[in-house]
């Protein structure tokens, strides 16, 4: 197995992370490695709960969603990735000025790739982690993703 | 136990719901009971994913929020609900028009409430049943949140 | 579909329930229909804590392995089941004579079957449900089972 | 904070993780530090499955259980650990003599407790991680478990 990316395929996830509900929550690509992904959102009023905190929605979108992106750098263009089922543990209370989620892959059979999110509030030049997910997702061929849709 | 809310608290609920991030994302509050809570989102452009799935961050936040408000229904204004942990299954694609989500509390504890979440997409005059999500909460004296938080 | 399992299917599944870890464990099918699967186990001294509650292991393998057979009864006999993941909330102690488990199929797709568990305490002639848990499974073929395995 | 426990504690903890189901299900302590603790059990036929896998409501267990005893290692002698839930990944089918679980404090709250545990397939010399769990955990004055009790 090749363990690097091409620099296309890495500008593609990084584009390609960043559309539709995820460009709206402010969520951007930082780093792509072959089993990993970084990502980052910088916090605004809109992403706050009713009492101030960094609203746990936002965290768990962030811990799937770069965790499906994680099990994407494992996989060719022919296939995309569903997430089946998620878990989160919130930790401790965000409040920051930015979101860092680090995930990686911690297993990739044929069908399935589990892969693990962490999130960090980043406070001042500090990170704290604030929660922790697990991620199971289906590699699905591509023709089958258009199949499903409609 | 006194099995029903007062108006007073129904209406307070249901504007409290749709504050900061939940606003932004369009979820508002449907029904209010003692023990359960519905709430809808009516989807958009916004929602959606790279590949015109509605977003399962949407439904994740959307079964977290939920079920706090089902929580936040069994206890009285000296408390706050705060997520410890949720997990959610993803079961079908969801592409509807239209998101609800129906939270009921599972257990009360005196410390840590249990809520379950369905999410349901509304394709036409027809709903189906997409995610159903399990969550963990813990009832938090109000003046130990504003403690926590900064 | 055919919604009715024969009694032959039936015999078999009561009987390949309860074998290996779970026969070890006391665990015993009760009723089994397509789609669902009820369970039981008789306390006794072995399945207790340090505490004396009934353990929680004990009540996670009774939610997966009755789940298991809950997604068994819906595919045919050229079919296995794994468990990919599954998550167990423990809503109150359990210290009663007697677990019931009843399990059923809440989606059923090509490939994986989500189910839920929930586990009563039999204390005297009452129920008490104190733990739910939600599985999901993987459809593998038989033939795939014996290679995966040695 | 003493990051050392006493020897004397440590014997306590060895010797009082081994007892009631878990004795029967033959899991032993090996390693306790604070913060994490290391169990071990030696795969007999009693622990496999109808497909002649080890069976993962034993992996469940173990994950569970040995999470429990790394969160017992940070409170005091005045507290127990309740397991208020949680999920576990199976990764790869275990099929070997032994399983070892290695399970660390991941959060310490003041009543809260998160730790994860991974399981390892013990196949000749080697190790493979086969499970991936995580526990949300209640700190308990122990007056108030003989309270709950009965």
Redesign the interface.
Known sequence: MDNNLTQKRIDFLAK?YC????K??GLQALKIKKGSFESQVLIG?????????I????M???A??TAGYSAFTMVSENY?I????????????A?GSALKCRSKV??K?K??I?SESKVYDVRNKSEK?VA?G?V?M?VVPVEN?AK???
Chains 1, 2, 3, 4 share one sequence.
């Open positions: 390609d559309r539709g509900y995820i709206y929550c009023e809109n992403h706050r709960t009713q009492d101030n905190f609203h746990a929605g936002l768990a979108t962030m799937d969603h995309r569903l997430t089946i089922e998620f878990k989160i543990n919130f930790l401790k209370p409040y911690i297993n059979g069908q399935i589990v982690l922790k697990i199971t289906m993703i499903t849709k409609f």
